[in-house]
């Protein structure tokens, strides 16, 4: 699948591989505390969308002030429950050297009264370097996932907030 890359220097953020179906829905804030949202170009129907949709946002926590892995991966534990997302797995890996943790769940959503399964991977990391906290949430169409699994941790991999 062609990929690209996506880089905007004044955020200071970038993904060196995007696969070309994805077209940038939103760009907003700035360097200090943004968000880039990204969709796939095929869509389900006109109820549910896209069928893969991510976004990264991020925002600046002075270092003596940030929450500890823990409490950043119990913060994502707690918007699961609240959001009555099933866990499937939870990771935690160094990512181009941060602490990135991530929980891949799944739901139903319903829109216009049709119901459509779907998979969330939701994950946070603290970058030292540059003092922010990156949040990000991909959401994919239940049938799709196995086969856009790899792909999407990816582009999760793929994620630079310096350089």
Known sequence: ???????????????????????????????????????????????????????????????DFRLSDGDLIDEIDRQYQRLRINSIERNGEYINTHYNQYITGSRIIVQKEIQYPTVEINGVFYCEH????????????????????????????????HF
């Open 1 to 63: 699948m062609p990929n690209k890359i996506f880089q905007n220097e004044e955020y200071h953020v970038q993904i060196d591989y995007l696969p070309e179906n994805f077209i940038l829905q939103e760009l907003s804030g700035n360097k200090e505390e943004g968000k880039i949202i990204f969709e796939s170009r095929e869509i389900l129907d006109e109820s549910y969308g896209a069928y893969i949709k991510f976004e990264y946002s991020w925002n600046t926590i002075e270092f």
């Open 130 to 161: 540059s003092e922010r906290q990156f949040n990000y949430r991909f959401m994919i169409y239940r049938k799709i996932y196995e086969e856009w699994k790899n792909t999407l941790l990816e582009i999760i991999h793929a994620f630079k907030c």
